[in-house]
T-cell receptor, first 111, second 112 residues
Framework: NAGVTQTPKFQVLKTGQSMTLQCAQD?????MYWYRQDPGMGLRLIYY???????DKGEVPNGYNVSRLNKREFSLRLESAAPSQTSVYFC??????????FGPGTRLTVT | RKEVEQDPGPFNVPEGATVAFNCTYS??????FFWYRQDCRKEPKLLMS???SGNEDGRFTAQLNRASQYISLLIRDSKLSDSATYLC?????????????FGQGTILTVHP
């Protein structure tokens, strides 16, 4: 049982490049989330998917898009990366809404 | 003003000490509260839920005061392994089900 997995673990992008962060969970959870974590800001919700087939914006959605590919997978895409998107990105999933299980994170640097 | 605010610390305490963290929230629609723990360069993990009646899990006690919009976490007999960042988390109900609001975290270092 791997829990929540994320790829890649580290990434360096140049301004304007695009990339997709992948997330998968094997716990049969309905809801999945993408957060970013910046020093002094705490974790902030980017997008979430309450169930397969639905996605909604969180607190900081600008510059990102998401796809809930199936029940297991939820991807986050940066179409044109900016230095302000340098952050640690966490994916999470939950069965009951509140006990969220997090992946190990992706450390992204945009130069 | 942030929805969930914590004293960022850091708190440096010796082994065996008792330490308390406080957290305030501004959104009265928040219905549930939690403490998550995050080790350095790792993902957050649920430590415990917080109930109005207070709840205890071993050395950890959490308390919620809705009138004052205040949440606390008490750690007794601190261990070196308690060193981490403690995140205060609020959750609204209804259509915002599952959307968590995190405080910026309180850093705890327990030293020998």
């Amino acid at each position: 049982n791997a829990g929540v997995t994320q790829t890649p673990k580290f990434q360096v992008l140049k301004t304007g490049q695009s990339m997709t962060l992948q997330c998968a969970q094997d716990m049969n959870h309905n809801s999945m989330y993408w957060y970013r974590q910046d020093p002094g800001m705490g974790l902030r919700l980017i997008y979430y998917s309450a169930s397969e087939g639905t996605t909604d914006k969180g607190e900081v959605p600008n510059g990102y898009n998401v796809s809930r590919l199936n029940k297991r997978e939820f991807s986050l895409r940066l179409e044109s990366a900016a230095p302000s998107q340098t952050s640690v990105y966490f994916c999470a999933s939950t069965l009951n809404g509140y006990e969220q299980y997090f992946g190990p994170g992706t450390r992204l640097t945009v130069t | 003003r942030k929805e969930v605010e914590q004293d960022p610390g850091p708190f440096n305490v010796p082994e065996g000490a008792t330490v308390a963290f406080n957290c305030t929230y501004s959104n009265s629609a928040s219905q549930s509260f939690f403490w998550y723990r995050q080790d350095c360069r790792k993902e957050p993990k649920l430590l415990m839920s917080v109930y109005s009646s207070g709840n205890e899990d071993g050395r950890f006690t959490a308390q919620l005061n809705r009138a004052s919009q205040y949440i606390s976490l008490l750690i007794r007999d601190s261990k070196l392994s308690d060193s981490a960042t403690y995140l205060c988390v609020g959750a609204a109900g209804g259509t915002s089900y599952g959307k968590l609001t995190f405080g910026q975290g309180t850093i705890l270092t327990v030293h020998p």
